[in-house]
């Protein structure tokens, strides 16, 4: 193996997702393994953490041996571990984190600590280059956050959900649609088959900030549809679909439009789970056209869900600032960004 050439072995382990990747140079994917736990959690509606936990450390060594072989590369070859240490299901995470660790230790490889949300944001550096300053609209099942990056590692949120996740509404929407988990791409679906006939709430819409609110939108979608089970009315499912995802889709264009008015940057970066969502793709490509000078760089879709591919991208931006930690690394559930000081 060429050592002109720098090799992260990248370990994504924050919930039901045990994935681990080597990445040449931050966006080049030499492997990219994914054990997903679906099935598992499926009869569940939802992941339960526990089960989460013992699929991880089932899965995690096997991973490794995949990730290693199909890059065709050795320990010998490696510069550094990345491994995400948060925010997400403390179990999860320590199973990825210790693994990581070992491995740092045993081949004497700096460890570099990610943060699960900058991996998102740095998945989108497969599509192209991520050029700074630059805005990240980041949405997933249990985040949704508009980030200010300054720069390579700076990451500072400016607005961010009261309440629920946007992907967290879909989930619980889609069971009440009887849909199975996770259900964003089957209401995502559906929603092209609709109207938006019953007009839900965009919260927050009008408010001078960035931050959203999905938990009110969600309330008067379960209630619309309880009602109408009460005067055995039946509603269609398609404008059902349609009506909620438009509500979504309103409040992150919107908020993300006022974003980008009052923070000059170069690029508006679609991130995290919820990414994937072609409608929401479509209207951030047409509200982008108002803005000339900002290029909209959306993470690829097979990379938008849970994947060591984004962290290993992460790590070789924080691996060029030397941002490493020592092996008493521990895991954090509830790591955060900081907040841009003027909010």
Same mark, same amino acid.
């Given at each position: 193996?060429?050592?002109?050439?720098?090799?992260?072995?990248?370990?994504?382990?924050?919930?039901?997702?045990?994935?681990?990747?080597?990445?040449?140079?931050?966006?080049?994917?030499?492997?990219?393994?994914?054990?997903?736990?679906?099935?598992?959690?499926?009869?569940?509606?939802?992941?339960?953490?526990? $089960?989460?936990?013992?699929?991880?450390?089932?899965?995690?060594?096997?991973?490794?041996?995949?990730?290693?072989?199909?890059?065709?590369?050795?320990?010998?070859?490696?510069?550094?571990?990345?491994?995400?240490?948060?925010?997400?299901?403390?179990?999860?995470?320590? $199973?990825?984190?210790?693994?990581?660790?070992?491995?740092?230790?045993?081949?004497?490889?700096?460890?570099?600590?990610?943060?699960?949300?900058?991996?998102?944001?740095?998945?989108?550096?497969?599509?192209?280059?991520?050029?700074?300053?630059?805005? @990240?609209?980041? $949405?997933?099942?249990?985040?949704?956050?508009?980030?200010?990056?300054?720069?390579?590692?700076?990451?500072?949120?400016? #607005?961010?959900?009261?309440?629920?996740?946007?992907?967290?509404?879909?989930?619980? $929407?889609?069971?009440?649609?009887?849909?199975?988990?996770?259900?964003?791409?089957?209401?995502?679906?559906?929603?092209?088959?609709?109207?938006?006939?019953?007009?839900?709430?965009?919260?927050?819409?009008?408010?001078?900030?960035?931050?959203?609110?999905?938990?009110?939108?969600?309330?008067?979608?379960?209630?619309?549809?309880?009602?109408?089970?009460?005067?055995?009315?039946?509603?269609?499912?398609?404008?059902?679909?349609?009506?909620?995802? %438009?509500?979504?889709?309103?409040?992150?264009? %919107?908020?993300?439009?006022?974003?980008?008015?009052?923070?000059?940057?170069? %690029?508006?970066?679609?991130?995290? #789970?919820? @990414?994937?969502?072609? #409608?929401?793709?479509?209207?951030?490509?047409?509200?982008?056209?108002?803005?000339?000078?900002?290029?909209?760089?959306? @993470?690829?879709?097979?990379?938008? #869900?849970?994947?060591?591919?984004?962290?290993?991208? @992460?790590?070789?931006?924080?691996?060029?600032?030397?941002?490493?930690a020592n092996l008493d690394l521990n895991a954090d559930?509830?790591?955060?960004?900081?907040?841009?000081?003027?909010?």
């Amino acid at each position: 193996m060429e050592k002109n050439r720098n090799l992260i072995l990248a370990f994504e382990s924050s919930c039901d997702e045990t994935s681990v990747a080597v990445i040449e140079n931050g966006n080049k994917i030499l492997s990219n393994i994914v054990a997903t736990q679906i099935k598992s959690h499926k009869r569940f509606g939802g992941v339960v953490p526990e $089960v989460a936990s013992r699929h991880h450390i089932e899965q995690i060594t096997l991973c490794i041996a995949d990730a290693l072989e199909q890059a065709d590369v050795t320990y010998a070859d490696l510069d550094a571990v990345a491994v995400t240490y948060g925010p997400g299901l403390v179990g999860s995470l320590l $199973v990825g984190v210790t693994a990581a660790k070992m491995i740092a230790f045993a081949h004497d490889l700096p460890l570099i600590p990610v943060n699960h949300m900058a991996g998102h944001i740095y998945a989108a550096n497969f599509a192209g280059e991520i050029k700074f300053p630059a805005l @990240a609209l980041l $949405v997933s099942g249990g985040h949704t956050e508009l980030v200010y990056l300054a720069g390579p590692n700076d990451f500072k949120i400016i #607005g961010e959900t009261r309440d629920d996740a946007a992907g967290e509404a879909y989930d619980k $929407v889609g069971r009440v649609l009887g849909l199975a988990y996770p259900a964003g791409k089957e209401i995502d679906e559906l929603a092209h088959k609709g109207r938006d006939t019953f007009d839900f709430p965009r919260a927050m819409e009008k408010e001078d900030n960035y931050d959203f609110s999905f938990s009110g939108l969600k309330s008067a979608f379960i209630n619309t549809v309880h009602h109408a089970d009460q005067v055995k009315e039946i509603l269609d499912k398609a404008d059902l679909a349609a009506s909620f995802q %438009q509500s979504v889709v309103d409040v992150l264009a %919107q908020k993300t439009v006022r974003a980008l008015e009052n923070y000059p940057v170069k %690029q508006l970066i679609l991130a995290g #789970g919820v @990414a994937a969502n072609q #409608g929401l793709r479509d209207r951030l490509d047409e509200e982008l056209k108002r803005f000339e000078d900002v290029e909209l760089l959306k @993470a690829p879709l097979k990379l938008c #869900g849970d994947n060591a591919a984004m962290i290993g991208a @992460a790590g070789y931006a924080a691996y060029n600032d030397k941002i490493f930690a020592n092996l008493d690394l521990n895991a954090d559930p509830s790591l955060e960004f900081d907040w841009l000081e003027e909010n």
